[in-house]
């Protein structure tokens, strides 16, 4: 019995570290790209979509608020409580609408992580993650001109407070990435490690006979498994790195990256 268990140790250790090389400096970089945004281009980016309130772009300032909301780095739990302090500002309900979904969904640092993916899952992403934005405001405002009600209803919500205060710039930034690093470290090492799981145990031909490019029910299998999944969209990339090479369609692995990871 001991002999099996430091056999498949071993196993599992070198699909972990083999995994761990091929993907750890997307994460780096990734981590490093989102808080040089986050310090030095946050500001900006809110003050671009709260100045577009001055503008008449009228029901066609949903595009550049979903473009502005994939730009910002703050995570779902950041975003739903500056744009109820939008909402105050008499900010229009689908461009906040188009501006959340793609906030939650996407940022600077998971576009660099998901260059692990292979250039046509990663523009699948954005694609993917920008209409998702487009759709919702377009619901939000079909909903307010056929009910004449206000959507949202952010009381109880209070702006978080801004944490890049060091007046040192470069230790703002060094602090920035070691918050970056405690919040989705636990999630890309244990992404890592089922991905090593399911190299040694799952057989890759009964994956590809769910997920694969000739089965549409994988579609909707991967969306229905990623709903309950509750792990940052980086933690993911590993799992759908090895998911893709087993077989996996494109069309199931976008149903995934849009419902399963949380932008924590």
């Known amino acids: 019995m001991t002999e099996i268990f430091q056999r498949e140790f071993i196993y599992i250790r070198y699909y972990f570290f083999l995994q761990l090389e091929q993907i750890y400096l997307y994460w780096l970089l990734g981590m490093a790209i989102g808080s040089f945004v986050s310090v030095f281009g946050k500001k900006k980016i809110h003050a671009l979509f709260a100045g577009m309130n001055e503008r008449k772009l009228s029901f066609f300032g949903i595009v550049p608020a979903c473009i502005l909301g994939i730009a910002s780095p703050l995570c779902m739990y950041g975003t739903i409580p500056l744009a109820a302090s939008f909402s105050e500002k008499g900010m229009r309900e689908d461009w906040l609408a188009s501006f959340m979904m ?9 576009i660099i992580y998901s ?63 070691g918050r970056n690093v405690r919040a989705t470290g636990f999630y890309f090492l244990l992404g890592i490690f089922l991905t090593a799981l399911f190299q040694r145990y799952v057989p890759a031909e009964s994956f590809a006979k769910i997920f694969g490019r000739k089965n549409g ?39 995934f990256m849009i419902t399963g990871p949380a932008r924590i």
């Open 102 to 110: 793609a906030s939650v969904l996407l940022n600077p640092q998971l």
């Open 115 to 177: 260059a692990a993916l292979g250039r046509t899952a990663l523009i699948i992403r954005v694609a993917s993650c920008f209409f998702c934005g487009i759709f919702a405001g377009l619901a939000v405002n079909l909903y307010n001109k056929l009910t004449n009600k206000k959507f949202f209803n952010f009381s109880g919500f209070y702006e978080i407070s801004n944490h890049d205060t060091d007046p040192n710039i470069f230790l703002r930034y060094i602090k920035n990435f």
């Open 217 to 255: 029910f994988g579609v909707l299998m991967a969306a229905t498994i990623g709903v309950p999944l509750y792990a940052c969209g980086g933690g993911t990339i590993p799992l759908l790195i090895q998911w893709l090479a087993d077989g996996m369609s494109l069309a199931s692995a976008s149903a």
